[in-house]
T-cell receptor, first 113, second 111 residues
């Protein structure tokens, strides 16, 4: 069966520090991969999605970036965190032909201080 | 640009009462609409999609293109329905492979 992992589960980082959040999927090949941010009272905001290795679509301008170095690995990064980057970050995957049926990871709670 | 609006942040009802979670969308083409649910301490998961026209856990949702709405309904709420509900849209005619989510509505079903 397919599983999706995210780490770390929680993270507290100072303003201006770098960020790296990792997401991996097991049990499937060539998935679509997604990064969302869930800020308090604002629902789910799509940040990036990827339909293949090295293929990244950015949804919103920001100081975050994403990379997909391997088929089932998706990384969210920042060179310098801002206070506004605090939030709950969710990774999700879907089968390529069924982008509406997404399976979500457990999430990472990021607090920027 | 496509947009999904869920006007209610919180909806509180008593057990056995009818429930309607509102969702309106803005999209010029042919959309596909979905409802996702997140129960306490569980991951976000797909509840239903409009194309299936199915009832899941007693919930139904009808796409009304005239009113650009996709409200989620259940005739008799149960305590276990308490959760966060998100309406989502994907542009069926663009090949876009990502969902646009609304801001979510928290449903509280009181005993």
């Amino acid at each position: 069966s397919q599983t999706i992992h995210q780490w770390p589960a929680t993270l507290v980082q100072p303003v201006g520090s770098p960020l790296s959040l990792e997401c991996t999927v097991e049990g499937t090949s060539n998935p679509n991969l997604y990064w969302y941010r869930q800020a308090a009272g604002r629902g789910l905001q799509l940040l990036f999605y990827s339909v293949g290795i090295g293929q990244i679509s950015s949804e919103v301008p920001q100081n975050l970036s994403a990379s997909r170095p391997q088929d089932r690995q998706f990384i969210l990064s920042s060179k310098k965190l801002l206070l506004s980057d605090s939030g709950f970050y969710l990774c999700a995957w879907s089968v390529g032909g069924r982008p509406y049926e997404q399976y979500f990871g457990p999430g990472t709670r990021l607090t920027v201080t | 640009a496509q947009r999904v609006t869920q006007p209610e942040k919180l909806l509180s009802v008593f057990k056995g009462a009818p429930v309607e979670l509102k969702c309106n969308y803005s999209y010029s083409g042919s959309p596909e609409l979905f409802w996702y649910v997140q129960y306490s301490r569980q991951r976000l998961q797909l509840l239903l999609r409009h194309i299936s026209r199915e009832s899941i856990k007693g919930f139904t949702a009808d796409l009304n293109k005239g009113e650009t709405s996709f409200h989620l309904k259940k005739p008799f709420a149960q305590e276990e329905d308490s959760a966060m509900y998100y309406c989502a849209l994907i542009g069926g005619d663009t090949g876009r492979r990502a969902l646009t989510f609304g801001s979510g509505t928290r449903l509280q079903v009181q005993p």
